[in-house]
């Protein structure tokens, strides 16, 4: 089993920066992706971007390309977004989420059922 517990959510004015961290316990991750995606009210959950734990590469879907980063601490089993320029439109619960063997680009295509352990969500508020 795995488990991921998020935070770093709040409130923020457009333009501004915040960063979410996932930690994650329980199986072993070397082989693993870590994906952030986000579900805005009304609508489809939705890839945002992931990262391999084994060598750091990242996937990120157009519209937070250049804005967001997705990093990771291997020691600490810890995945990070940072988000800047952030817009109103990024406002959504964010969730970090892991597949046994999915690849960092494969989770861009993947819906929520693909999805193996989900985060508990946390909240990004962007005012304008």
């Known amino acids: 089993q795995v488990q991921l517990v998020e935070s770093g959510g709040g409130l923020v004015q457009a333009g501004g920066s915040l960063r979410l961290s996932c930690a994650a316990s329980?199986?072993?991750?070397?082989?693993?992706?870590m994906g952030w995606f986000r579900q805005a009210p009304k609508k489809e959950r939705e890839f945002v971007g992931a990262?391999?734990?084994?060598?750091?590469?990242?996937y990120y879907a157009d519209s937070v390309k250049g804005r967001f980063t997705i990093s990771r601490d291997n020691a600490k089993n810890t995945v990070y977004l940072q988000m800047n320029s952030l817009k109103p439109e990024d406002t959504a619960v964010y969730y970090c989420?892991?597949?046994?063997?999915?690849?960092?680009?494969?989770?861009?295509?993947?819906?929520?059922?693909?999805?193996?352990?989900w985060g508990q969500g946390t909240q990004v508020t962007v005012s304008s």
């Open positions: 990262v391999m734990w084994s060598s750091g590469r990242t």
């Open positions: 329980g199986r072993t991750f070397s082989n693993y992706a």
């Open positions: 989420a892991t597949r046994p063997w999915a690849t960092a680009q494969a989770m861009a295509f993947m819906t929520k059922s693909d999805i193996d352990y």
